[in-house]
C-alpha cells in the first residue's frame, strides 16, 4: 500500500462532502435527531423508573455508540458507492491502484466522516443530557476501537455485495445494521433473548460492548478477556471482509463485471 | 527497447463463445495503431485487457516488457486511456478530478503537470466547473488531459474524437499525432470515423469475430484488397466479405 492514491481518494471524498449541501449535514442531522430522541427518552425513563439505574449512562450511551458504528460502516460503504453512482469504476480499476490501496482510502473517508458524527454526538449527549463517558473510565477506548473496527468490517462487506451484484446490491446494504442491531443488544441484556439469538450474539463484537457497558453501570467488573475477545473477533472480520472484497474483485475482473458496472445504473 | 505494447495469442471466452480470439500484435514507439472492427468485434474487450480489468483466458500482455499480469502495478503506471463510455465523475471539478487521478498515477510536481494538462487541451475556463455540467465535447477534452496526466506511454483511446466538432476533432488528432511523434509512447486507437484513422494512423488491425483478419497501412491496405478507401475495406469486412489475413480479396 502506497499512501498517496489512498490519499486520492480520500481527497475525492472529501471534495464532494464539500461541494455538497446534501452530503455534508447528513454527517450530524440524523445523529443530532438520535441523541435528542433519546435523550429525552432517558430522562423520561429516568423520571418514572427506580432511582437505580440511571438511563443516560445505560441507554443514550448506548445508543451513542451504536450510532458511531452506523457512521463508520456507511462512512466506508457511502465512499464506495460514490465511484457506483458516478459510474468510475473503469477509471479507478484501470489505475495502478491497487486494492488495499483503495480500501484504505474508503477507511480514511469513514474515519473523517465518522468523527465529525462523534464529535457532534459527545457534544450534545454531554452538555444537554449530562451523560459522563468518566461512567465507563478507560474501557470506552476499546468499546469505540471494538464498534470502529466492526463497523469498517461491515462497511467492506456491503461494499463487496455492491462489487458482486451491481449497482441495485446497495438496497442490501443499508438494512445491514438493523439486521444485527437485535443481535447486539444494544438496548436490552443478551439474557433477553432466546438461546439460538445469543449464539449469534456471542459471534459479534458489540455484544460485547453493550454487556460491558451494563456490566459497567450495575457496578460490576468487565473482563479483560471478555473485550479481548471482542477486539479479536472485530480485526478477524476486518481480515475477511477484506479477503472477501478481494476475492470478488477478482472475481468481477474475471467475469468483465467491473467493465459492465460501468455502464450500468441503478 | 521493447515494445510499448506487445499482445501475445491473447484470448477471452465467454463460455463456449470467443470474445477475443488468440490475437497478436504490438505497438511500437511513436507509432499510433489503430484497432477496428465492427460493433462486438472485440475492441473494446481487447482494451478492457490491456487496461487489466479484464482477466484474459489465456495469453499475454506486456507493457513496456513488463508482464501485466505479474507486474500490474508498474505497467498500469505506464499506460493511461480515455474512452467515450468512462466519462470522468460529473460531480467534480475539472481540477479536482486531474488531481485526484495524477495522485493514483503518482505523478511528480502534480500542479505543475495539471497546469500543462489545462493548457493543452485548452481547460482553464472550465477549471473550476463539474464535469457533469460540461458538453459532450468538454469532457472529451478532460477524459483525454486525464489521459496524459501520467504521461503514459502506452496511450489506449476508445473513440476519442466521437463527440467532437469537426474543427475541436481535428486540434485533438494533431495534439495527439504530436504527442505520439514527440514523446516515447504509442498509441492504440479505437474509432468508427475510417477518415480519421486514415489520417492519423500508421498502422491499422482489423478485428471481426475476436480475430484479427488484416492489418497494415491504412493508406495502402484499401488498394491491396481492391477497395477506393478504409471505408470501403471497413464495410467489406463488416460484411466478412474477406476470410484472408494477408491474402489477395476474395
Not at chain 1, 472485530?234 to 474475471?254: E, G, I, K
Request: hydrophobic content about 50%.
Amino acid at each position: 500500500m502506497t499512501f498517496s492514491p489512498a490519499a486520492a481518494i480520500f481527497l475525492r471524498q472529501f471534495y464532494l462532502v464539500r461541494g455538497s449541501i446534501a452530503r455534508f449535514l447528513p454527517l450530524f442531522i440524523w445523529v443530532t435527531v438520535d441523541m435528542a430522541l433519546w435523550g429525552f427518552m432517558s430522562r423520561y425513563l429516568n423520571q418514572i423508573a427506580s432511582a437505580r439505574y440511571n438511563f443516560v449512562p445505560g441507554l443514550l450511551g448506548a445508543v451513542l455508540l451504536w450510532d458511531f458504528f452506523i457512521r463508520v460502516m456507511q462512512g466506508v460503504t457511502m465512499a464506495f458507492l460514490e465511484d457506483v453512482w458516478s459510474r468510475n469504476f473503469l477509471n479507478i480499476f484501470a489505475t495502478p491502484l491497487s486494492i488495499s490501496d483503495y480500501l484504505a482510502g474508503l477507511i480514511l473517508s469513514s474515519i473523517a466522516t465518522s468523527s465529525i458524527g462523534l464529535v457532534v454526538m459527545l457534544i450534545l449527549s454531554t452538555t444537554v443530557f449530562g451523560l459522563s463517558f468518566f461512567v465507563y473510565g478507560i474501557l470506552l477506548l476499546p468499546f469505540i476501537l471494538v464498534l470502529f473496527l466492526f463497523g469498517i468490517a461491515l462497511g467492506i462487506v456491503g461494499s463487496t455485495i455492491v462489487l458482486r451484484y451491481g449497482p441495485a446490491g446497495e438496497w442490501f446494504v443499508w438494512p445491514i445494521p438493523a439486521l444485527v442491531s437485535p443481535f447486539a443488544g444494544v438496548f436490552y441484556p443478551l439474557s433477553m433473548l432466546p438461546a439460538w439469538m445469543r449464539g449469534v450474539s456471542r459471534l459479534l463484537p458489540p455484544s460485547y460492548v453493550f454487556e460491558s457497558i451494563r456490566t459497567i453501570l450495575a457496578g460490576g467488573k468487565v473482563p479483560v478477556g471478555t473485550l479481548g475477545l471482542a477486539v479479536a473477533l472485530a480485526v478477524l472480520y476486518v481480515v475477511l471482509a477484506c479477503l472477501a472484497f478481494t476475492w470478488t474483485y477478482r472475481l468481477a475482473v474475471r467475469t468483465g463485471l467491473i467493465a459492465r458496472y460501468s455502464a450500468e445504473s441503478v | 527497447m521493447p515494445n510499448v505494447l506487445a499482445v501475445s495469442n491473447l484470448r477471452k471466452l465467454y463460455g463456449d463463445m470467443a470474445a477475443v480470439d488468440s490475437i497478436s500484435f504490438v505497438v511500437e514507439r511513436n507509432e499510433i495503431v489503430g484497432l477496428l472492427g465492427p460493433n462486438g468485434a472485440g475492441k473494446t474487450t481487447t482494451i478492457n485487457m490491456i487496461l487489466s480489468v479484464l482477466e484474459p483466458t489465456s495469453g499475454t500482455i506486456h507493457i513496456e516488457g513488463l508482464d501485466l499480469a505479474r507486474y500490474r502495478r508498474k505497467a498500469l503506471a505506464r499506460t493511461n486511456f480515455a474512452a467515450v463510455y468512462a466519462p470522468l465523475p460529473g460531480n467534480l471539478t475539472v481540477y479536482q478530478n486531474l488531481r485526484i487521478f495524477g495522485m493514483i498515477y503518482g505523478v511528480k510536481r502534480l500542479k505543475e503537470r495539471i497546469e500543462r494538462m489545462i493548457e493543452m487541451f485548452d481547460l482553464r475556463a472550465l477549471r473550476d466547473t463539474k464535469c457533469g455540467v460540461l458538453s459532450s465535447g468538454e469532457q472529451t477534452r478532460v477524459c483525454l488531459a486525464k489521459a496524459m496526466i501520467n504521461q503514459p506511454t502506452l496511450l489506449l483511446l476508445d473513440e476519442p474524437t466521437a463527440s467532437l466538432d469537426p474543427a475541436t476533432a481535428r486540434d485533438i488528432r494533431n495534439q495527439l499525432r504530436a504527442i505520439a511523434a514527440h514523446g516515447v509512447g504509442g498509441v492504440l486507437w479505437t474509432s468508427h470515423n475510417m477518415y480519421e484513422v486514415q489520417d492519423v494512423c500508421d498502422r491499422v488491425l482489423f478485428l471481426s469475430h475476436g480475430k484479427i483478419l488484416l492489418q497494415g497501412n491504412p493508406k495502402t491496405l484499401p488498394g491491396e484488397y481492391g477497395k477506393e478507401n478504409l471505408e470501403e475495406l471497413f464495410i467489406s469486412i463488416a460484411h466478412e466479405k474477406l476470410t484472408l489475413e494477408n491474402g489477395a480479396p476474395l
